[in-house]
């Protein structure tokens, strides 16, 4: 869900902007950022949804400690958002439920 922005960054430094899109919807957000701030700026407030009983949820701690924020970031499930940053393209999803262990991806691991 995309509601009206709670969160803002000033945009009177004519810093850089990058594109990303979130289920769809393209965001233009200041570089350097990382994606739940990018995402909060978008107004973004539903992140996932929990694997017992589908409650939207959204980052709390934005520092890598409460895994609240987690969304699928070009193609690889269960990302930590708040530790993330943005890149121009930048494909990011919900998260409905658990990641599937065979979407993970660990490098070159065999
Ligand atoms: S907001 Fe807590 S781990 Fe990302």
Redesign the pocket.
């Known amino acids: 869900m995309i509601t009206d922005a709670m969160f803002s960054i000033p945009r009177s430094d004519g810093g850089d902007f990058v594109s990303i899109t979130f289920d769809g919807t393209v965001l233009q957000v200041p570089a350097g950022i990382t994606v739940?701030a990018a995402l909060l700026v978008g107004g973004v407030r539903d992140f996932r949804a929990s694997i017992v009983g589908a409650v939207p949820r959204a980052?709390?701690?934005?520092?890598?400690?409460?895994?609240?924020?987690l969304v699928e970031i070009d193609g690889v499930p269960a990302r930590?958002?708040?530790?993330i940053p943005v890149s121009d393209g930048m494909v990011v999803r919900r998260q409905i439920g658990a990641a599937h262990l065979d979407d993970l991806s660990f490098g070159d691991e065999p």
């Not at 930590?80 to 530790?83: E, G």
């Open positions: 739940a980052p709390y701690c934005m520092m890598g400690v409460c895994f609240e924020c930590q958002s708040c530790l």
